[in-house]
């Protein structure tokens, strides 16, 4: 996924596909990788460490 990519997915809520019910564990998964994301881009110096907390606790609490 390109930074580009990570932007539009962000800004539009995640995958266009709306809720589902998914397997926790799935959900966990997709969330690591999500945080994973995160930390790369902040490290690029794509996100500031503010932008990067917001994001990071939105993640956390969904």
């Known amino acids: 996924m390109s930074d580009q990519d990570y932007e539009q997915e962000r800004q539009d809520g995640g995958s266009g596909a709306g809720p589902s019910a998914t397997d926790p564990?799935?959900?966990?998964s997709a969330?690591?990788?999500?945080?994973k994301k995160?930390?790369?881009?902040?490290?690029?110096g794509?996100?500031?460490d503010a932008e990067f907390e917001a994001e990071k606790r939105k993640l956390l609490e969904s």
């Not at 995160?38 to 690029?44: A, P, R």
């Open 38 to 44: 995160l930390t790369e881009l902040k490290t690029q």
């Open 31 to 35: 969330k690591i990788a999500q945080l």
């Open 46 to 48: 794509v996100l500031t």
């Open 25 to 28: 564990a799935d959900d966990m």
